[in-house]
């Protein structure tokens, strides 16, 4: 039987050298840094971990230095997906050679249609078919609902997905689809507390690299029946989320990890970094929104 994730998963950054390399020590004290903070499981070389940004020996690497870090104490789930099916399968192959929970990966970027999805899907679980397979599926254009239909009679091992959209709804539907062991995984922060009450057992998410103690609050307020404070705990989450966005999310987040102490570089090329002139009010804005008291539960 699959076994069922739950909870609080933040979509692991990727610490970087100045040249744009994997910083490895970096990655190995956020790694630590979080799951001391009690996170349910790491979700690696996502796209706030900037996954297709790195080369496949980068992926690799990355991989192993989260499985080492980790040392079993929570589930990893490695993204693999990348433009060339046949990268993402050896991605696959060798994540689930050194003991990940799951792969998962994103939509093909250049397919023209379902059947190409379908086919690019199953190539890659299929190259690993003794580990659990998550479409990361974003909202919108794409009919995830006909698509997990499809996949769910394609592929023995697809065990649930990452859905990263606002539709309530489409996501409940996902969920409803399931078996014992399924899990749907919501992709948005903001989402969070709605997420769980239509049926989502766990959340990951960019900000959770920031104060993931927020979104196990929000999900134990809801659990203990206790609706009001979870909306109050999801209301302070997105005050610092939209911080982070004013000042543009990637660059925001490497700088609100250096207001914790912990200096991961600067996101890598296209991403853009928050410029200097602007670090100051960017602090002083997180400030106003209680960051430090937020990320410190």
Partial sequence: MVQRFHGSWPALLTPSMADGGVDTRMLR?????LVGKGVDGLYVCGSTGEGVF???PERRR??????????????IIAHVGAVATRDAVALAQHAAAVGVQGVASILP?????????????????????????YPYLFGGETDALSLMRELLSRIPNVAGAKYTGPDMYELEAIVDLGYEGWTI????????????????????GSTLNLMPGVYRAIR????????????????????????????GIFGALFEALRILGLDCG?????????PQERRA????????????ELAAM
Avoid at 189 to 203: E, H, K, N, V, Y
Avoid at 266 to 274: D, G, H, Q, S
């Fill in 185 to 204: 995984f919501s992709g948005m922060d903001q989402q969070c507390l709605f997420a769980a009450m239509f049926g989502s057992p766990a959340c990951i």
């Fill in 62 to 75: 990355v991989v192993e230095v989260v499985v080492e870090e980790v040392a079993g104490r929570v589930p």
């Fill in 109 to 133: 970027p250049f397919g023209r249609g379902l059947d190409e999805t379908h086919t690019h899907y199953e190539t890659i679980a299929r190259a690993v078919p003794d580990v659990p397979f």
């Fill in 29 to 33: 004290a956020l790694t630590s840094y």
């Fill in 266 to 274: 600067e996101p890598r090329l296209p991403r853009a970094a928050i």
């Fill in 220 to 247: 134990a307020s809801y659990e203990e029946g206790n609706l009001l404070a979870a909306r109050d705990w999801q209301v302070r989450a997105n005050r610092v989320t939209r911080v982070l966005q004013a000042f």
């Fill in 281 to 292: 009010d960017f602090r002083a804005a997180m400030a106003q929104v209680g960051f430090t």
């Fill in 54 to 56: 790195l080369s496949v």
